[in-house]
T-cell receptor, first 112, second 113 residues
Framework: DAGITQSPRHKVTETGTPVTLRCHQT?????MYWYRQDPGHGLRLIHY???????DKGEVSDGYSVSRSKTEDFLLTLESATSSQTSVYFC???????????FGEGSRLTVL | QKEVEQNSGPLSVPEGAIASLNCTYS??????FFWYRQYSGKSPELIMF????GDKEDGRFTAQLNKASQYVSLLIRDSQPSDSATYLC?????????????FGAGTRLTVKP
């Protein structure tokens, strides 16, 4: 199994509070991704990174920011959480820009 | 129109039957195509990928790609109860040399003993 860990795995927070999800990999893969998964929508890309300090927006990036200061860590921040951001968040990594994604175990976020 | 569309199901087949899962995509520039399996409460895992038109077989799984029709399918032969899961079709749009993987909403498959 690919070495990807997400933290926290579960979090309940209140509207308006900041939240940071962490993705840590031990594979030294260049590409890292944050997806959210909601019923009826499948997986939707929030942000991705193609190297240290190199990030770009995905299809549902509003309300989210990311940072990657080291190869192994990719942080997703919700500056002011809203109930619409209640979701399961998956981090994924890839060694190439054409290949398969390896997913972390997911982080379930509930915003009340 | 969604970029990747799948029949939401649920699809139910008896054990030993062939399960057929279908996916269409809208971007003709798409280069690579993937099928992921996701068990309830778990993360997606890759089961097949295909880049060229035609069929690709791996054990009980066969992926089929028709770029002219913008159609990808997954056949599961001799279906087993352990195949019961949600199957996600994914298409790599490969924008600006970066992965831009778009997923369908998934098809839930149930294999009945």
């Amino acid at each position: 199994d690919a070495g990807i860990t997400q933290s926290p795995r579960h979090k309940v927070t209140e509207t308006g509070t900041p939240v940071t999800l962490r993705c840590h990999q031990t594979e030294n893969h260049r590409y890292m991704y944050w997806y959210r998964q909601d019923p009826g929508h499948g997986l939707r890309l929030i942000h991705y990174s193609y190297g240290v300090k190199d990030t770009d927006k995905g299809e549902v990036s509003d309300g989210y920011s990311v940072s990657r200061s080291k190869t192994e860590d990719f942080l997703l921040t919700l500056e002011s959480a809203t109930s619409s951001q209640t979701s399961v968040y998956f981090c994924a990594i890839s060694g190439t820009n054409t290949g398969e994604l390896f997913f972390g175990e997911g982080s379930r976020l509930t915003v009340l | 129109q969604k970029e990747v569309e799948q029949n939401s199901g649920p699809l139910s087949v008896p054990e030993g039957a062939i399960a057929s899962l279908n996916c269409t995509y809208s971007d003709r520039g798409s280069q690579s195509f993937f099928w992921y399996r996701q068990y309830s409460g778990k993360s997606p895992e890759l089961i097949m990928f295909i880049y060229s038109n035609g069929d690709k077989e791996d054990g009980r799984f066969t992926a089929q790609l028709n770029k002219a029709s913008q159609y990808v399918s997954l056949l599961i032969r001799d279906s087993q109860p352990s195949d019961s899961a949600t199957y996600l079709c994914a298409v790599n749009l490969l924008r600006a040399n970066n992965n831009d993987m778009r997923f369908g909403a998934g098809t839930r498959l149930t294999v009945k003993p």
